[in-house]
């Protein structure tokens, strides 16, 4: 058997390979023993006597399968947890999805100008409280706090009408009574 350690290592090397990686065609053993030089090593490589080998295959088929499989919920029972509940989801990370959702609809309402900056705070520090656990229940609240402000500004505007109303009777009783008062002096002064 013709020693062809030498060949293997230069065509490991010009190949770009691992030792292991280098095929030597087994019936052309002699010739290969000869090639002692990297030029020598290239022809053979140019002849199909040396190539290199394929890289050995490491299907990822199955698990793809089996990822599949687990985003559709499979695999995923109670003998395959390893972790408390909340090792697997923090709570922390529950609550800082939910504070960015509902703090990110404030802003969005707050630009759009649906909310002014007072209830916008107001709100603000009600979710910081945890006081709302979705974003509808927020936006019902917002909804009827408007009716309510809307509610408080009709109301006032009333009150102040009946005022204005006020005055003016107040100010035609007094004017009756001070012409009635003026009547009755002359009257008697006549007499």
Do not use: C
């Amino acid at each position: 058997m013709p020693n062809i350690k030498l060949a293997r290592r230069l065509a490991a090397s010009i190949l770009k390979v691992g030792l292991n990686k280098v095929f030597i065609d087994p019936n052309e053993v002699n010739d290969v023993a000869v090639a002692n030089s990297r030029q020598g090593i290239r022809k053979l490589i140019k002849t199909k006597v040396i190539t290199k080998r394929m890289p050995v295959v490491h299907s990822r088929a199955r698990v793809r399968a089996y990822n599949e499989a687990k985003k559709k919920g499979r695999h995923m029972g109670t003998g395959k947890r390893k972790g408390s509940a909340n090792a697997r989801l923090p709570v922390k990370v529950l609550w800082m999805r939910r504070m960015r959702v509902l703090r990110r609809m404030l802003k969005k309402y707050r630009e759009s100008k649906k909310i002014d900056k007072h209830l916008y705070h107001e709100l603000y520090m009600q979710v910081k409280g945890n006081k709302y656990k979705t974003k509808r229940v927020l936006m019902e609240t917002i909804h009827h706090q408007k009716a309510e402000i809307i509610r408080e500004k009709a109301l006032a505007e009333q009150a102040r009408v009946a005022k204005e109303r006020a005055e003016v009777r107040r100010q035609k009783r007094a004017q009756r009574m001070a012409a009635q008062h003026a009547a009755a002096q002359q009257e008697a002064a006549q007499s």
